[in-house]
Structures are given as structure tokens and as C-alpha cells.
């Protein structure tokens, strides 16, 4: 058995080995933790605060309204549903489907306490959209200084 000296030029060739061997295990494993595979969670959601509101959209192609559930609890919202198959063609061979089906669950931490009593949604085109009045008590408050 031969010995490889470790100098700087071996050193960078091993560092280069390790970070592909790290990048063809970490394409391989993606997804296939999370339902509908991707790299991130589903839906993909994007939650933004306004003064008297948080917003919540959710990217949910081919759910129907009476698919998802919505939740609010101690500053959680949960959108959980289940996109469902609507397939026909069972003797027809695929080359190709990145189409996904089955349930699905998001919790999402809330910036600011919420009324949940007066929370709002919509489902339009693939998109649910969550209106979350915020409570009187997180509202911001402005202060005047005085002189």
C-alpha cells in the first residue's frame, strides 16, 4: 500500500472530492423528507405585516378551497390540506411527472398577535390568501415626544 503525501496542491484535490461527493448525496436526498418533493417546504408561503394586518399567501395549484384547512393558535397560523389526483389515464405510460399528490401541513409563526376571530381567506388561482387583523393590543402605538 502507497502512502499519498499530503501536500497543498493534494489538499485542494481531496477538499474539491469531498465538496462533490457532498453535493452528489445532498441532490440525491433532496425532497424526499417533504411531501412534493423541492428543496423547500409546501406550500411555499410568503408572509408579510402591515400596520394593522399580517398577510398570508400560499402557492396551493390544483387544491380547492374545500381541500384546505386553516388554523389559528397561540400566534401559529396551520394551512393543512391534501392535493388529490385527478388522473384518468391509468394505462398510459409516462416518460416524465413531476406532478405530486398527497397531504400537506405549514405552520407558520405570526410577527404580531392576531384576532383570530376575524381572520379572512380566499382561494383564486392556485393562490390562498390569509388576512390576519392584528390584536388592538399589538397594533403600534405612536408616542409624542414632548418638548
Known sequence: MA???LNKRNRGELARLHHE???LFDSFFRGLDRPFGGS????AIDVAEQD?????RAE??????????ISVCNNTLTISGEKKET???????????ESSYGSFRRDVSLP???????????????VLSITLPKAARSKAVKVQIKD
Open 60 to 69: 396551493v395549484p390544483g387544491c380547492k378551497a374545500d381541500d384546505i384547512d
Open 112 to 126: 404580531a398577535e392576531v384576532d383570530a376571530n376575524k381572520v379572512e381567506a380566499t382561494c383564486k388561482d392556485g
Open 87 to 97: 388522473r384518468e389515464e391509468k394505462d398510459k405510460g409516462y416518460y416524465y411527472a
Open 52 to 56: 394593522d394586518a399580517v398577510v398570508v
Open 3 to 5: 502512502l499519498l503525501s
Open 40 to 43: 423547500n417546504a409546501w406550500p
Open 21 to 23: 461527493m457532498d453535493d
